[in-house]
């Protein structure tokens, strides 16, 4: 059923210059226990994906839970077709050191581009602070914590970075001028 989900991906969006990525989830839960199977079903859907792909665009996955230095996360990223390393963070309270160290230490032991896919400020700390796990848009009002992920990303490694909170919290408080400064500077 998903070989017949990926041809319809393909067939229907695979024109489009919209699409930048492939990915297969956003956040597959993975451990020691399930990793073989998940592991070989994305490299072998990775492989049908390329082939029938004529944009030969990356192929990627997310675990669920952020970064872990274990070998179960390794070998979910180790499959030749899968393009890239992403991960998910909410458990930093001081992104740029958070992330900074997350990415330097994935950086260190893969050869593939690394994109952070989700970030933002410590669930448990939204909830301390404002009883709602999304509500980044009080705790970090002048966008901070976006500055800081965006910076920590590209100064360690990350190919990109995207906040997550986007409706609530960057829309709403109009918060895309934290893009400006490190735009500028890859520009």
């Known amino acids: 059923l998903f070989e017949q989900k990926i041809r319809y991906c393909v067939a229907r969006w695979g024109a489009s210059p919209a699409i ?16 073989d199977r998940v592991a070989d079903w994305h490299a072998r859907l990775a492989r049908y994906w390329r082939a029938i792909d004529p944009y030969k665009r990356p192929i990627a996955t997310s675990p669920v839970g952020g970064y872990v230095n274990e070998p179960h996360w390794w070998k979910l990223f180790s499959a030749p077709d899968i393009d890239l390393v992403q991960y998910h963070t909410y458990k930093y309270d001081d992104l740029a050191e958070g992330i900074g160290a997350d990415n330097l230490s994935i950086v260190a032991q893969t050869d593939k581009p690394l994109i952070v896919g ?8 939204r909830l301390a ?19 800081n992920g965006l910076w920590a990303s590209a100064m360690t490694g990350a190919a990109g970075a995207w906040p997550w909170f986007i409706r609530t919290h960057i829309d709403a408080l109009n918060l895309y001028w934290r893009y400006t400064g490190l735009a500028r500077f890859a520009a």
Do not use: C, M, Q, Y
């Open 129 to 147: 602070e404002f009883g709602s796990a999304g509500s980044d848009d009080r705790l970090d009002p002048e966008g901070w914590h976006i500055h």
């Open 118 to 125: 989700e970030f933002g400020t410590r669930k448990a700390t």
């Open 20 to 35: 930048g990525i492939w990915e297969f989830f956003n956040e597959v839960k993975i451990d020691a226990s399930n990793i």
